[in-house]
């Protein structure tokens, strides 16, 4: 019952803000009909959260009923002046493509509903921190949040989607566990329905094109249940495919060393079958990539499947995050991402459709889109920082495109996309000002990558079931264009990019060498003292294996000569120009090849060092915006009557569709537990479908579960328990309860905050309340952090020499069972 009542908030967050979307949205063929639902809790949690910020709106059910309130009022504000009646007679002449848009919406969710009730895992990878903040959230009366795992300070996080999850746990009466596991199944559900949208106005846009709802489908298919080759090369490895024994009875595969993408190098079990008997399998998936610091030298070439000098890095993309089951930033927001492509696709088409001429840096901002597109975009930044400049850039290209279309090529329609960024990145940001003043970033500066970068194989393995049918599209456009007119000007430009990358990376690399401090950073990175072996093996190397580069230099080539063709004055002969929503596609697929492009050359340094979190990053956006055009595209290959050559493009198109399902299918169905949730207990098996993953916690700790949810209804203060590692049981009890802790996770504490400054001593603080015999000794700690509740557990016996008596004589003991006890300081 709980789940449909959130699914009836979304819908009515939908409903509610709909009007106001038909009224503004007016150039998208569905009005804004499939976007309504991200939009609708995105302003929704706006007006919540700048209430709460200014004091003015509080974090509770009142608070979250009168934010709803404001947009409905606005919707009602945007229909006055009779217009009712022009939306009702909208809504009768699309009834078709609403209902198979809700039932899209409705399939999806059930059926995630059922995948996460299979296994509603909290204790695992990022799972504690993303539900502690979503507690945090629930027992803070206004913002921003404290932090529940660094009392005495605000959560220093993008937490935005985090809020809007807390929001409808509490109207829908959700404890904070079952709200992770719908806000899973939300993202999932609202994804699928977003991307649909985007692909349902870019066919709908095209003239005489029926069915485009129809058509549409492909899209979730595309974004959410195609993964990377890694699965089909998974079902290769473990069948023994390219592996052959040795006299000595060793395996070994010339092909697997070659390819170097780890645990596909060592041998499987025998005998070859098509069972995966690695413990989680479907983990390496997110990891195909292999790195090579600088200290590997030539070996990284020349020996493949060595292990001196790799790095891991991430390459993420939807169908493992939502295997993977964190509510991480990234995942919850892919519908708001899908939101920015279609408000950036709504202000292409109004260019289409008007001049755009007369809006200027003067004018716009009295235009309420505008606005609408500062307040989506800034609410990017506030839900996954990275995402704002990604998707501001887009919406610049496309009024520039638009105007290009127009006007040519001209330099006017240039420097106003320009100036369009700059001020929907300032108004992005100080519509979200509060935000920002309690941010810090762990961004440290960008660094050249040299002998960072993507081998071809492993970006084919990744990308390559998106990418082929992006490339028949990109061919087909150019058949049909008429004309090889602008190719050469799309090579040229290509090449001009990534040359000038790559020598702009070196000389900053040669410069960082040269300067004693950025050396020895550079090195240190690198894991080389040699700056030659820094700068020349790694240039060596990256010519020995251009894969990545040479796949880049093509599409980039065929896209920037169509682009070019859409800006040119044509004459009789040279063919005829894109359709109305061909131009828009070549920019996705441009930004997506951008944002892999980038990382080749340049990455952010943060704490990891390397461009592990800049490939994760910029991929998986590359991933959402590569879906929606492969998904475009895949319409195009199937809807006319197939030449040979069509032909021969849909049966490799079925393969490589067919090869993307082997990962999603295994792994939804392992994570799943082959949804037959069987869990040991003391009293035997026991099958249990919830989506409550504290449920599944107390069978194993339920004297700790217990005395947690006794804190949960315990009035608010610090709450003392045992300091431990990162993707560990320590910080369960801040995390279950939403209590601040003195100190949770220390590692990730210094990422968010960008260094240990406020974490200051808590860790050995915290291990002297516990094991000092001297009431004074304690009481110090207790009063420098404001400690409330002291919990003695199983972890905090395990983890100090914990001299109980001092609380027993000089604390209140509030709560007591089997193997828990709860002290709480006396008040003053």
């Known amino acids: 019952m709980t789940a449909v009542i959130w699914y009836l908030w979304i819908v009515v967050s939908g409903l509610a803000v709909f009007p106001l979307a038909w009224r503004l949205l007016r150039f998208l063929p569905d009005r804004g009909w499939t976007l309504s639902k991200p939009l609708g809790l995105l302003l929704w949690g706006y007006v919540l959260w700048m209430g709460g910020s200014l004091g003015v709106v509080p974090n509770n ?110 109207l829908s009466g959700a404890a904070a566990p079952v709200g992770f596991s719908l806000g899973l199944v939300t993202s999932f559900s609202l994804a699928g329905l977003g991307v649909y949208g985007v692909v349902y106005n870019l066919l709908a846009a095209q003239p005489r094109r029926r069915n485009a709802h129809i058509g549409a489908l492909l899209a979730p298919l595309c ?167 990604i998707y501001v850039a887009l919406t610049a290209a496309a009024y520039g495109l638009a105007r290009l279309q127009k006007e040519g090529w001209r330099s006017a329609p240039l420097v106003d996309a320009v100036v369009l960024a700059l001020e929907l990145g300032l108004a992005g940001v100080v519509l ?39 490339f028949f599209w990109l061919f087909g456009q150019w058949g049909a264009a008429g004309s090889r007119k602008g190719w050469k000007t799309g090579l040229a430009a290509a090449g001009i990019l990534i040359g000038g990358l790559w020598l702009l990376s070196y000389a900053w690399g040669a410069i960082m060498l040269v300067l004693p401090e950025p050396a020895n950073t550079l090195m240190s990175v690198q894991s080389s003292g040699d700056p030659r072996s820094i700068l020349l093996t790694s240039l060596l190397r990256r010519l020995a294996q251009p894969g990545t580069w040479l796949s880049l230099l093509g599409l980039l080539a065929l896209v920037g000569g169509l682009l070019w063709r859409e800006g040119a004055k044509l004459e009789e002969g040279e063919g005829r120009k894109l359709g109305p929503a061909d131009g828009f596609v070549l920019l996705l697929v441009l930004l997506g090849a951008g944002l892999a492009l980038f990382p080749e050359f340049f990455y952010l340094r943060d704490q990891f060092g390397w461009r592990m979190n800049t490939i994760f990053k910029f991929y998986y956006q590359a991933w959402i915006l590569w879906a929606a ?25 079925v393969l490589v569709v067919a090869g993307g399902l082997v990962y999603p299918a295994m792994a939804f169905y392992s994570r799943a537990n082959a949804f037959n949730p069987e869990y040991s207990t003391m ?58 802790n003195v100190l949770g996770w220390p590692g990730h504490e210094g990422q968010w905050r960008g260094g240990y400054l406020e974490v200051g001593s808590r860790q050995e603080d915290i291990e002297r309340l516990y094991a000092t015999n001297q009431w004074e000794e304690a009481q110090t700690v207790l009063l420098r952090y404001n400690i409330r509740y002291v919990f003695v557990g199983r972890l905090e016996q395990s983890a100090y020499r914990v001299d109980e008596k001092k609380f027993s004589l000089y604390m209140n003991l509030v709560y007591e069972n089997n193997s828990v006890r709860i002290y709480e300081a006396a008040l003053p």
Request: aromatic share 16%; with cysteine; proline share 6%.
């Open 432 to 470: 979200y000002l509060p935000f920002y003043l309690g941010f810090a970033s762990q961004a440290g500066g960008i660094l050249p990558s040299l002998s960072f970068y993507t081998r071809g194989a492993h970006w084919w393995v990744m990308f390559g079931v998106l990418l082929i049918p992006i």
């Open 629 to 653: 055009a492969a998904a475009y595209a895949s319409v195009w290959l199937w809807e006319n009557a197939p030449t040979w050559r069509q032909a021969l493009m849909r049966l490799v198109w």
């Open 683 to 740: 009293e035997g098996q026991r099958v249990i479908w919830t989506l409550d993953g504290s449920e599944i916690q107390a069978l194993y700790h339920p004297d700790e579960m217990q005395a947690i949810a006794w804190l949960k209804d315990a009035p608010y203060g610090v709450v003392a328990e045992a300091v431990g590692g990162s993707y560990s049981e320590f910080a369960r009890v801040a995390t279950y309860s939403g209590l601040p």
């Open 61 to 170: 059910s009142g608070g979250w009923l009168v934010s709803l309130l404001v947009i409905v009022g606005l919707s009602v504000l945007a229909m006055r002046k009779g217009r009712w009646g022009d939306l009702r007679a909208w809504l009768a002449e699309r009834q078709a493509q609403t209902i198979l848009a809700e039932a899209l919406f409705a399939v999806m969710f059930a059926a995630w509903v059922v995948v996460r009730s299979a296994n509603p895992d909290l204790a695992t990878t990022e799972k504690p921190m993303e539900l502690a903040f979503i507690n945090a959230i629930l027992r803070s009366p206004g913002f921003p949040p404290h932090d529940p795992w660094l009392s005495g300070y605000g959560i220093s996080y993008y937490y935005f989607g985090y809020l809007i999850v807390a929001m409808l746990s509490g």
């Open 223 to 389: 974004l959410l249940l195609l993964g990377n080759f890694a699965g089909p090369l998974d079902l290769m490895h473990s069948m023994g495919v390219f592996w052959r024994t040795l006299p000595d009875g060793q395996a070994a595969s010339s092909f697997w060393s070659w390819l170097d993408i780890k645990d596909f190098k060592d041998p499987p079990a025998q005998p070859y079958d098509l069972k995966i008997d690695r413990n989680w399998w479907w983990w390496r998936a997110s990891r195909v990539i292999s790195d090579y610091d600088a200290g590997a030298g030539w070996e990284a070439v020349t020996q493949p499947g060595q292990t001196e000098g790799w790095r891991e890095v991430i390459d993420e993309f939807p169908a493992f995050s939502f295997a993977l089951g964190d509510l991480h930033p990234h995942v919850l927001s892919i519908p708001y991402v899908l939101l920015a492509i279609g408000l950036a696709f709504h202000l292409y088409r109004r260019g289409q459709a008007e001049d755009f001429r007369k809006l200027n840096y003067r004018s716009w901002p009295l235009d309420l889109d505008f606005w609408l597109l500062a307040l989506c975009l800034g609410g990017l930044s506030f839900l996954n920082t990275w995402d704002f400049p």
